[in-house]
């Protein structure tokens, strides 16, 4: 067990619609990044929190958005939901931004778009 | 911007033998960080081993060691006495360790490794 929490696990929404992705980082940890993994396209890097501020953008979509609250969890919003939005969603926590502080992983938000 | 390649998109090793999966990548900084993640059916991402790049002693976690030669840019892993729990997707990723936002995870395509009994 990594510490990260995400809900829900598990996620079945229909083409145009909109999902909120929870995440709850480890214990102490300020810093939290959000990852997609598709099938044919790895892990890509979506965006980064720190303290709850944006630290560093990825490849996010404009139809997605995030935000850390004031209680350090964070919350991914897909919306317009397309078909190739389907895929796993990682959120992933580390203490700082600085440095080389180990980063881990939640066990992911599968979502399909049908 | 740095990159992260894992040529070998499938690799297998029978139980008890040793296998070493390659990573290279490439970078303009002289500090980072490499990581080999595991993936496993579950699809958990389960950080393997670390290496600083300051470090010039190999890291090793029991039975998984890596080959960090930081001139060639190459961050290898080696299995030993390989289980069936180790079957799995490896990530090789690297890390800055520069502050200012650079210090997301860059991650390789992935090996999958098969083990047999």
């Known amino acids: 067990d990594s510490g990260v929490t995400q809900t829900p696990k598990h996620l079945i929404t229909a083409t145009g619609q909109r999902v909120t992705l929870r995440c709850s980082p480890r214990?102490?940890?300020?810093?939290v990044y959000w990852y997609q993994q598709s099938l044919d396209q790895g892990l890509q890097f979506l965006i980064q929190?720190?303290?709850?501020?944006?630290?560093a953008k990825g490849n996010i979509l404009e139809r997605f958005s995030a935000q850390q609250f004031p209680d350090l969890h964070s919350e991914l919003n897909l919306s317009s939901l397309e078909l190739g939005d389907s895929a796993l969603y990682f959120c992933?926590?580390?203490?700082?931004?600085?440095?080389?502080?180990?980063?881990?992983f939640g066990e992911g938000s599968w979502l399909t778009v049908v | 911007a740095q990159t992260v390649t894992q040529s070998q998109p499938e690799m297998s090793v029978q139980e008890a033998e040793t296998v070493t999966l390659s990573c290279t990548y490439d970078t303009s900084e002289s500090d980072y960080y490499l990581f080999w993640y595991k993936q496993p059916p579950s699809r958990q991402m389960i950080l393997v081993i670390r290496q600083e790049a300051y470090k010039q002693q190999n890291a090793t976690e029991n039975r998984f060691s890596v080959n960090f030669q930081k001139a060639a840019k190459s961050f290898s892993l080696k299995i030993s006495d390989s289980q069936l729990g180790d079957a799995a997707m490896y990530f090789c990723?690297?890390?800055?360790?520069?502050?200012?936002?650079?210090?997301?995870?860059?991650f390789g395509a992935g090996t999958r490794l098969a083990v047999h009994p």
């Open positions: 214990s102490g940890d300020l810093s």
């Open positions: 990723a690297y890390r800055s360790a520069f502050s200012g936002g650079y210090n997301k995870l860059i």
């Open positions: 929190y720190y303290n709850g501020e944006e630290r």
């Open positions: 992933a926590s580390a203490t700082g931004s600085t440095y080389g502080n180990t980063i881990y």
